[in-house]
């Protein structure tokens, strides 16, 4: 089972920061939270992922909380094709208790509006 | 770069028959996942190969279900025979060795379709 919780669905409008957060209050100290996020009829594509200090990259920021048993994905400035369900995923490494597969939740499913 | 590939891309078989999905993971990259969603639910995991290895096969769903890796190149998971319930998408993904921490590459998937 998915160690994470999201929101079903959010809704965004273009051009706005979309927040989407995550609870994984189970994590581990050697876990990682990794995001992906599924557009439709594509393959999953990972975002960014984090330990836990707040990680950026050229699609999003990852903030996780000091106790690290949440966090929220950034999508700074949201556009209609950011549409897509973001999976917030709780991985350990990847030799350690089969940490190499990915255990995908619900995810959220964000609608980015004109 | 070339990404992961997927034939075919979509399949659609009767009750009983044989399909063989094929995975050509990134070049170079060692580690390679399936995984599925069927109707209505979470994409799961299926194996993972370490090269020509089968590291985890944990959420294999029973034994019509056959994946090989022969060479450690590309994939072929077979169903046979298939049965109703196996249609959804295959998702392949691949990722590189010698790294703890790492993003998986997934392919378009292959919607299998058994009437």
């Known amino acids: 089972d998915a160690k994470t919780t999201q929101p079903p669905s959010m809704d965004c409008a273009e051009g706005r920061a979309a927040n989407l957060p995550c609870n994984h209050s189970?994590?581990?100290?050697?876990?990682?939270v990794y995001w992906y996020r599924q557009i439709h009829s594509q393959g999953p594509q990972y975002i960014i992922h984090g330990l836990k200090n707040n990680e950026t990259n050229e699609m999003a920021s990852l903030i996780i909380t000091e106790d690290r048993k949440s966090s929220t994905l950034i999508l700074p400035h949201a556009t209609l094709r950011d549409t897509a369900v973001y999976y917030c995923?709780?991985?350990?490494?990847?030799?350690?208790?089969?940490?190499?597969?990915?255990?995908f939740g619900q995810g959220t499913e964000l609608s980015v509006k004109p | 770069e070339a990404g992961v590939t997927q034939f075919p891309s979509h399949s659609v078989i009767e009750k009983g028959q044989t399909v063989t999905l094929r995975c050509d993971p990134i070049?170079?990259?060692?580690?390679l996942y399936w995984y599925r969603r069927v109707m209505g639910k979470e994409i799961k995991f299926l194996l993972h190969?370490?090269?020509?290895?089968?590291?985890?096969e944990s959420g294999m769903p029973n034994n019509r279900f056959l994946a090989e890796r022969t060479g450690g190149t590309y994939s072929t998971l077979k169903v046979q025979p298939a049965e109703l319930e196996d249609s959804g998408v295959y998702f392949c993904a691949s990722s590189q060795e010698g790294t703890l921490y790492y993003e998986q590459y997934f392919g378009p998937g292959t919607r299998l379709t058994v009437t």
């Open positions: 070049s170079g990259h060692d580690n």
């Open positions: 189970t994590i581990s100290g050697n876990e990682y």
């Open positions: 190969f370490v090269k020509e290895s089968k590291q985890d």
């Open positions: 995923i709780v991985r350990g490494p990847l030799y350690y208790n089969q940490g190499g597969k990915l255990i």
